[in-house]
């Protein structure tokens, strides 16, 4: 009895030490930017554009107070890195030629996969609360000392959740052949269709049904509502509510892009799918 606990206490602590070991090791080898310079011009800079030009657009049009423009586009920050890396991370196993030799190891493929959302995770809740500070500049966006507990737990799962997706687009790459081209493009659909600068009721209905399908929708607008004083309560109107069904689109995204790869995996083994560029 207790052999077999402490041989399940050491599996545990194994995958453990790979989800957050091999997640970043696999950021550091395959997330690639030419220099660091780089990453920070486009994981921060173009953020910062984006919001400021749509916080002078709006206070032009004057059709909702600028905070609604400058907190949307603060949170839309943490997409970039959230769609990219997990991306990047997984289409590039394929174009690097080591994506054989990692199915190959008997390691949890959850646990394997599922760590490489962690340092996206981390650096799109980072960016995102940059551009919340940029926005207590440009849009004069109050941000409360009683409501940041509740702010950074709605941006860690926000971020979490593009992270998730973004390992989604990742594993459907494998199959399409271009990371890229995907990430960019749910990035702007996200922009559009998901509360960033346009109310969620503006849109048609099938369009607004897609953006509460995808991720950023619910963070978005949890955010507003922290920094409103709406508070944790209300069930699933209040920020508690909001927060909790952009985890379970975190969870959902994560079983999708775990049973994608698996998919792929048994294909592989059978027609080497995986194997043809």
Request: hydrophobic content about 55%; charged content about 10%; proline content about 5%.
């Amino acid at each position: 009895m207790v052999g077999a606990l402490e041989r399940h206490l050491a599996a545990a602590l194994g995958d453990v030490r790979i989800f957050f070991v091999a997640g970043w090791r696999s950021n550091l080898a395959l997330f690639q930017w030419m220099t660091p310079s780089a990453l920070a011009t486009t994981v921060v800079g173009v953020p910062a554009c984006q919001l400021v030009w749509f916080v002078h657009l709006g206070r032009y049009l004057g059709s909702h107070p600028v905070g609604f423009y400058a907190v949307g586009n603060a949170v839309h920050a943490c997409a970039m890195a959230g769609l990219f890396a997990p991306a990047m991370t997984v289409y590039g196993e394929r174009s690097g030629a080591t994506l054989n030799a990692l199915l190959a190891t008997p390691a949890n493929r959850t646990v394997l996969f599922a760590g490489r959302i962690v340092p996206p995770l981390l650096l799109g809740a980072a960016t995102t609360a940059v551009m919340l500070g940029l926005g207590t500049v440009v849009a004069d966006v109050e941000i409360p000392a009683d409501r940041l507990p509740l702010l950074a737990a709605t941006l860690l799962v926000t971020a979490a959740s593009c992270s998730a997706f973004g390992l989604v687009l990742g594993a459907v790459a494998l199959r399409t052949r271009e990371a890229l081209l995907l990430a960019n493009l749910v990035l702007y659909v996200m922009l559009l269709v998901c509360g960033v600068n346009l109310p969620r009721s503006s849109l048609p209905g099938p369009v607004e049904a897609v953006g509460r399908l995808l991720p950023l929708t619910h963070g978005v607008e949890a955010a507003r509502r922290a920094l409103d004083g709406g508070g944790g309560g209300g069930g699933g109107g209040g920020v508690a509510g909001l927060v909790a069904v952009e985890l379970l689109k975190a969870g959902v995204y994560l079983l999708i892009a775990v049973g994608v790869l698996r998919l792929l995996e048994h294909q592989s083994r059978a027609h080497a799918t995986l194997d043809r560029m």
